[in-house]
């Protein structure tokens, strides 16, 4: 009875992954951005934990792998997704876009068809067992929904042009299906000389000071700073992956 119930405790959690998604795409279709952002946040810590629980109580199953892909898909590729969409359709639009204000919105939209990409390489790439190639979806995710609830008066009062959004969508797509080489946060142990452990206690540090100084804006900067040190660590070690 007792593995009866332990087997499915990953999956659980994985669904309670895509609950969470299906409820930050809800608030953000009504504009409800912190709560998005706050839905999006607990997806991802099931999603960390739908993967310890897995090992910890060796309940694999190719139908988890699966439940989880299209979790994430939802949680940090569709949600995301409403997030930029309502954003653009809140926006001002200046008297030379005025025909496409009603169909431009839907850039937002290619957030949700690259992690959609990012999830399918993710799942063949025997290359990502202890690193990333390309930015996890969570982290884009992430960085879209706190940049939104962080800077919404300054997005929504016409001092960004919304092109400015969507080359910065281009940009972030791109980066999901990109082949730039991403740190794991992943502890082996918490020692300070462990496999690559210097640097994630860089990162945590200077991720503590720009949350505790930018708060819901910290951690649009937080993703912003992954990006970055796993670009200058990569160059500088000549890991290419």
Request: some cysteine; proline content about 5%.
């Amino acid at each position: 009875m007792a593995n009866h119930i332990t087997r499915h405790i990953p999956n659980t959690l994985t669904s309670l992954n895509l609950f969470s998604g299906c409820m930050a795409a809800v608030f953000a279709f009504e504009g409800h951005y912190h709560l998005a952002l706050l839905f999006i946040i607990v997806g991802a810590a099931f999603d960390f934990f739908d993967g310890l629980a897995a090992r910890a109580l060796h309940a694999y199953s190719p139908i988890g792998k699966d439940l989880d892909s299209l979790a994430d898909m939802v949680s940090f590729g569709v949600a995301p997704s409403t997030v930029v969409f309502s954003l653009l359709r809140e926006m001002p639009y200046p008297p030379s876009m005025e025909m496409m204000e009603s169909y431009f919105p839907m850039a937002g939209f290619l957030i949700a068809v690259f992690s959609g990409l990012r999830l399918a390489k993710f799942n063949n790439d025997t290359r990502q067992t202890t690193s990333f190639i390309g930015l996890p979806v969570p982290a884009h995710a992430l960085f879209w929904a706190s940049t939104v609830a962080g800077f919404h008066p300054l997005l929504t009062d016409g001092s960004v042009h919304p092109l400015v959004v969507v080359a910065v969508v281009c940009l972030s797509s791109w980066l999901l299906v990109s082949e730039v080489p991403m740190f794991s946060l992943k502890f082996k142990d918490l020692s300070w000389k462990g496999s690559g452990n210097k640097l994630r206690f860089l990162f945590l540090a200077v991720c503590g000071v720009l949350l505790a100084c930018l708060q819901v804006k910290g951690l649009a900067a937080c993703i912003v700073w992954y990006v970055l040190l796993s670009t200058m660590t990569a160059r500088h070690t000549g890991d290419r992956h």
